[in-house]
């Protein structure tokens, strides 16, 4: 069977594998290749299973990839998904539950507009490396050797025939959400988008709807509940201390509620419940998690950050220490801890509160009057009193963190344990004119006023204002909290750091790609402070781990007063214009793709610099510096610096930072955009016999017919010499550059080309305009070419790298 198997193309294989395993089932394929479904009266027509199709034999894995990107694409998962993923081919066929890739779909760095089926592209590969430890996970049955065994588990994992409800369990209640919100959620009589403004979302009633019984919502501890036929919500009490709950019901007489949930299953099982409710933030809408900045933290760090605090503080510190999270979300952050007596948790979302008010009931070992509805940038600490000692404002804390508070023995024993909000008022994408400042984030409350001279321009950021009223009004406390590193070393915390004086006790640093919602490729750190000690942050030591948990090493980060490259960058200004100019931004390796050459400046908010003779070694030295280091997670935030004077001395250095920058992919001078002066070849070398270059600027600055007036190579007319590694580069771009120039009868070739507009030329545009990858282009030795120069060129930074740090650019 299996012979007759791999000799079918797709199609007939699709066809075949249906009758001979799924025939009991109906079958379709569209987008995703083939799904297998069967009618479950009331139900309707259900998935099973979805997979993707490959003739002969085939990397699984890759398929498995595909499907997944598939499915995002086209947000197949806000459908009603199936219990199974599959892969096969004409050789075999693997099933994974479709619960073990289920959360990568919510992952906001997963970029799924990209071309599925395109097994090259960047984040194709990115997610088949991310996604390994799971594919490993699949069964796979070989269709010769394990038939029988695939047809068993197909009948056990796929029949469905006693069923008259669908199950609700972890698994699918997200994508059950959307269908109700697509169904329910607008015959609630509710104003959404008012609602919205009073932090009042429609998940709370998907909840209530979810975890009920006979149309009553089972618990009372959620922020909304179901009566039969109307909601109650916002459960509050009035000043003589009785309950009051607002209250609404539907617009429709309930008729698409009842159609909605004669379907489903209610509640789910028990064992389902605590997950459920601790994965509320899945239900939340983009924009809400990111103006609150909410961001769940994944248990492998949770687990982490714990046994840090044990390495701290002793294995028994829970008997000895308080911890409060004031940022608690759904309080997943306190799972560990057992002396609930010493556990606080608070955090803005009333919702929340009740989420955890509801997981008490099911087991979280937390008193539920230390789980408190809090505004930590807003609301007072303290009880206000009058002359006579009585309340006039009671403040929302409970009196015993309120005398822990006032005592100074005891505020020494309090761990301030938090993932604080990540949101900042301005993004990369306002620098770039392509986005806007967030609404109400870092901005309209009263910690940002009333710090914002010692905040500076880290006021920006959410987290930092955490930082500060802790520092300043909790006094002598300590502070375990997870956050980005940017108030160690960067400019921007230049004046935080100024009043921020701490001791650092223990810490360690993961990719932020781990983190749910959490956009970008940097270090999130775990730190541990005490605040009883003043201590001036110069250096700190972290622990590296990866997305797996594995010990990578250590790294240090440095709170230099040292002065940034770019003020180095400025000694070298030209008051006319010149030949080209360089783009820069802030100095860190964050800002790596923004470095670039330019024919000419551009509308962006960030730093240019006009290039001539005079400055441009100082510019192929900055640019050099800036790129030659690929940026990671690990240095995202290390920040370049002003050097010291040894690499004046150093002609070799800069003869190979001028090489490394002509033949760089951020070099996008382009003929099209104005003369190139950036050619370091003459016609002759290049074979090129019809007409002259614009400009031969470059190629007599090399042979030293251009004097270089700013000393570096001295003040006579010399010619620069380049070290074996640069000549080697130089050498396999004179070869791509003497074959395009072959192309001269062929559409689009401009005799005046530039290394960019080679690459445009070979590789072509999408749809949006964006130049395709290497790989996409159709010249086999164009190919060829590019890569023996980008080997030559990677060569060469390897070269550069140990100076970058030896001449003070970089700290190791």
Known sequence: MSEELLKLSEEPLKSKIKDLYFSKFNYVGAKIDFCITQNLGLLGEVNLLWAEAKQGKSELKKSFVQLVLTIGKYKFYTEQTPNLLCAFDGEKIAFLPFASLQEIFYQSDIDFSVTPSNHKNEQFLKLLKELDGILNTAQIFYYEKNNEELKTFIKENLTS?????????????????????????????????????????????????????????????LFAILKKDYY????????????????????DNQKAHHEFWAIYERPPREEFWDYIIKRRDLLVDQDVRERKGAFFTPRIWVDKACEYLSKTFGEDYEEEYYIWDLAGGTG?????????????????????????????????????????????????????????????????????????LKDENKRKKLIIFINPPYAEAGTSSTKNNTGKNKERVARENKICEKYKDILGRANNELFAQFFIRIYCEIEDCLMASFSTLKYVNSTNFIKFRESFKAKFLKGFMVPSYTFDNVKGNFPIGFLIWDMSKKEEIKKIKLDIFNENGNFLGAKHFYNDKQESINKWLRKFSIKDNGIGVLMADAPDFQMQNLVALLNKKTNRHGIFQDIDQTNIINIAIYFSVRQAIPATWINDRDQFLYPNDLYKNDDEFKSDCLAFMLFHGQNKISAKEGINHFIPFSETELGITKEAFE???????????????????????????????????????????KYYHTHSEDKGYLVNASLYDI?????GRDEKGRMNRPNQAKDEHYKVLLSDLNTALNTLAKKLEPKIYEYGFLKE
Request: charged share 30%; proline share 0%; aromatic share 12%.
């Open 695 to 737: 400009s031969d600027f470059m190629y007599k600055f090399i042979k030293g017919e251009i004097k270089d007036e700013n000393s570096l190579f001295g003040d006579e007319l010399v010619k620069i010499e380049f070290s074996l590694e640069a000549q080697e580069l130089l050498k396999a771009g004179k070869e791509l550059f």
């Open 332 to 404: 997943n952050l306190l799972a560990n801890f057992t002396n609930k007596k010493n556990i606080f948790c608070s955090t803005l979302d009333k919702a929340d509160i009740d989420v955890i008010h509801e997981r008490i009931k099911n087991g979280a070992n937390l008193f539920e009057n230390h789980v408190f509805q809090f505004d930590f940038l807003n609301d007072e600490f303290f009880d206000e009193v009058d002359d006579k000692g009585k309340i006039i404002h009671k403040s929302k804390l409970p009196l015993n963190l309120q005398e822990i």
């Open 759 to 763: 690459k445009e030329f070979f590789q």
């Open 161 to 221: 025939e006693n069923i008259s409800k669908f199950q609700i369990d972890k698994n699918n209640f997200v994508s059950i959400y959307h269908k109700w919100n697509k169904m329910v959620k607008d015959t609630i009589s509710i104003d959404w988008s008012l609602a919205k403004e009073s932090g009042i979302i429609d998940a709370d009633f998907y909840l209530a709807d979810l975890l009920s019984n006979e149309n009553e919502t089972i618990s009372q501890n």
């Open 232 to 251: 109650e919500f916002n459960k509050t009490k009035s000043d003589l201390g009785s309950i009051i709950n607002e209250r609404t019901s539907f617009k």
